[in-house]
């Protein structure tokens, strides 16, 4: 890295279910100096304080040391946030674990944005669109719809076990337990 750590740098997580990739890059080409994965990074399945390890733990796989003054922003994609609602459990969970691992690692205050991991995604596909459409279907299944580079609807995107119609099993047989949570939590 060298003389590339004498420019702003900026840090990008991406912060899924199954694994957390994070990437330091030179703020002016957004040329990516270093990138590293860890643990899961669900801001609502992930216990706070094994996702605040997480999240240091691959910080610190990607910040040499005497570089964290150059951050200038961070921006970070999490399954269970949502940058539409600041209040929104998974949102709050996600900031205040990726806050407290960057105190940790001795990176100032400064501007750290958290967004969904589809929001991420979205703003990841070629040409930076503004508006359109994401469609993930995996293990879990959401769609939404961005526009003006926001989150305006989404569909499922609850969780295999509570909802994500796409990916759950078509069998009568799906756990009981499943359908009792679904209830609680939606009717």
Excluded: K, Y
């Amino acid at each position: 890295m060298g003389n590339d750590l004498n420019q702003n740098l900026v840090i990008g997580l991406d912060a899924g279910g199954t694994r957390t990739r994070v990437v330091l890059a030179g703020a002016a080409d957004g040329g990516v100096l270093a990138e590293t994965t860890a643990g899961p990074g669900n801001a609502l399945t992930v216990p706070p304080r094994q996702l605040t390890e997480c999240l240091a733990e691959a910080l610190a796989g990607v910040m040499p040391e005497g570089a964290c003054d150059r951050v200038v922003a961070v921006a970070g994609g999490f399954a269970g946030a949502t940058a539409a609602d600041a209040d929104d459990p998974g949102t709050a969970r996600a900031r205040g674990a990726l806050t407290e691992a960057l105190r940790r690692l001795g990176v100032p205050e400064g501007p750290v944005g958290i967004w969904s991991d589809i929001e991420a995604a979205f703003a990841a596909a070629p040409g930076a669109p503004a508006d359109g459409l994401a469609l993930v279907a995996g293990t879990g299944a959401v769609a939404m719809r961005i526009a003006g580079r926001q989150a305006t609807t989404t569909v499922d995107g609850d969780g295999w076990l509570l909802g994500d119609e796409v990916s759950r099993s078509r069998s009568d047989t799906f756990r009981p337990s499943s359908r009792a949570s679904r209830s609680t939590i939606f009717e």
